[in-house]
T-cell receptor, first 111, second 112 residues
Framework: QKEVEQNSGPLSVPEGAIASLNCTYSDRGSQSFFWYRQYSGKSPELIMSIYSNGDKEDGRFTAQLNKASQYVSLLIRDSQPSDSATYLCAAFTGGGNKLTFGTGTQLKVEL | ETGVTQTPRHLVMGMTNKKSLKCEQHLGHNAMYWYKQSAKKPLELMFVYNFKEQTENNSVPSRFSPECPNSSHLFLHLHTLQPEDSALYLC???????????FGQGTRLTVV
């Protein structure tokens, strides 16, 4: 079983719509969770972090965490073409500094 | 100047060559990491250094040899690589315990 699992996509949404990206993790001891955005040919960029159950909002982005279900999601409101990228979910796992990534979900925002 | 800088950005090397990748961070962080990113695969953690001490070696072949002379610099020494080692190699840093890692631009490595 993969430690952090994401649907690879592509997920296509029209401009202005809400994009919903999902992630599940297997390690119940995971303490913190992150969403990174990676444009083609570029390095990952941290866009959201979430540490406790519930929602966390930052501008057009909302991260949601449900530790009981081992589920993390990222909502992007008013999606823009510039949001088209691969979104990586990551979980801090293990006793040391180990950030484990999913394979990423490719998002395409269409005009 | 970006927070985490990697050089070179692109590297083509033969299987018998020896080369080194360099990473430097200007964020005051005390943990540094090497990740490998291959097509269609998740980011793979290779090495972790906390306060210059290696705390994680994720079953990486010995043809990859890390070096961390201080908390701002990290190297990855490469020798006798295989074509399947071609990938994007990413350096990241964080403050230990705060988990948020920041990445450099990466080195695109091609082994021929």
């Amino acid at each position: 079983q993969k430690e952090v699992e994401q649907n690879s996509g592509p997920l296509s949404v029209p401009e202005g719509a809400i994009a919903s990206l999902n992630c599940t993790y297997s390690d119940r001891g995971s303490q913190s969770f992150f969403w990174y955005r990676q444009y083609s040919g570029k390095s990952p960029e941290l866009i959201m972090s979430i540490y406790s159950n519930g929602d966390k909002e930052d501008g057009r982005f909302t991260a949601q965490l449900n530790k009981a279900s081992q589920y993390v999601s990222l909502l992007i409101r008013d999606s823009q073409p510039s949001d088209s990228a691969t979104y990586l979910c990551a979980a801090f796992t293990g006793g040391g500094n180990k950030l484990t990534f999913g394979t990423g979900t490719q998002l395409k925002v269409e005009l | 100047e970006t927070g985490v800088t990697q050089t070179p950005r692109h590297l083509v090397m033969g299987m018998t060559n020896k080369k080194s990748l360099k990473c430097e961070q200007h964020l005051g962080h005390n943990a540094m990491y090497w990740y490998k990113q291959s097509a269609k695969k998740p980011l793979e953690l290779m090495f972790v250094y906390n306060f210059k001490e290696q705390t994680e070696n994720n079953s990486v072949p010995s043809r990859f040899s890390p070096e961390c002379p201080n908390s701002s610099h990290l190297f990855l020494h490469l020798h006798t690589l295989q074509p399947e080692d071609s990938a994007l190699y990413l350096c990241a840093s964080s403050i230990q315990g705060q988990n948020e890692a920041f990445f450099g631009q990466g080195t695109r490595l091609t082994v021929v």
